[in-house]
DNA sequence: GTGATTATATTCACCTATAAACATTTTCAT
DNA sequence: ATGAAAATGTTTATAGGTGAATATAATCAC
């Protein structure tokens, strides 16, 4: 489970070192994607492979998946860490994600996800998470 | 079951002891996130893996379960009792309970909570509950 | 109450993760 | 082939995390 919230920049050539608690975890190949709500999803091979079988399972026949699938897949890129921790983000999901030089990694369970800092703030003021809202989910899920 | 009423402070570099009267309990592991009404709520890894699992199974697809993850995971950090009884707060955590230096752990059954001082005590002030009305809650409640 | 024991607070010292700067290699266009 | 630009690798400095030691306060047994 990858859990937490870590603030690190970018450095001028387009790097970013992964949270050291997250690298286990990650192991050394992993899948760098654009994820939904402006940021970058991060999943571990085994991950990825679930998600893929379930890319796979969708009716090809169906607009809205076929749109889903293209978006995932083509956003894709395998990736390694350098002997210091860092990965490269390519440009084309970078821009994708608003990337400038702050960045907020968080852990949401299965996948890691990059913000762009200021994305992160504006996604968590946009209150589209009340007290009353979170505290209802809780409720449900019996927390 | 945790109960009872402690004030401890947080050193400089952000830790704070966990009442010897709960490390027991806690175990060597346990969950901190951030919880309701501007407090910590620690688990112990029991109840996490039970919340885990569920959280799991939320559908990504559903932007307010993915709104609600964000919020729960990011917010969660785990941690290990150091030596003598201490344990770091994530800085992201410690500012959604707004923890400077002074703080009360209270036992809530079967979790703990982190509050400063000064919610905690505005919060007792304001929400000051008569006796009169919690005795008729937990009539409603049964008890 | 007195002393012994345990719990908590505070300080210091060390180590690791990250950031930033710099160096090298590769790629590509000319 | 040559130079420019991009990618990759290395080095160093620093902040923040971690562990240990000491000091103070609270608790307990007698």
Redesign the pocket.
């Known amino acids: 489970m990858f859990i937490g919230e ?18 286990e975890e990650l192991g050394e190949h992993f899948i760098v994607t654009k994820g939904l709500d402006n940021c970058l999803f991060i999943y571990p091979m085994e991950e990825w492979r679930i998600l893929e079988n379930k890319l796979k399972q969708l009716p090809l026949t169906n607009k809205d998946a076929r749109a889903f699938v293209r978006f995932f897949l083509s956003g894709a890129s395998e990736c ?1 860490l ?5 990965i ?1 983000i ?2 084309n999901i970078r821009e994708h994600a608003k990337l400038e ?3 907020v990694l968080i852990g949401v369970g299965t996948r890691i996800e990059i913000w762009s800092q200021e994305q992160w703030q504006q996604y968590n003021s946009d209150a589209n998470l009340s007290y009353d809202e979170i505290a209802s989910k809780m409720a449900e899920l019996g927390i």
Chains 1, 2 share one sequence.
């Open positions: 870590y603030n690190h920049t970018i450095d001028v050539k387009g790097r970013i070192s992964i949270p050291s608690k997250f690298r390694e350098d002997n210091q921790g860092r490269r390519p440009n030089k702050e960045t």
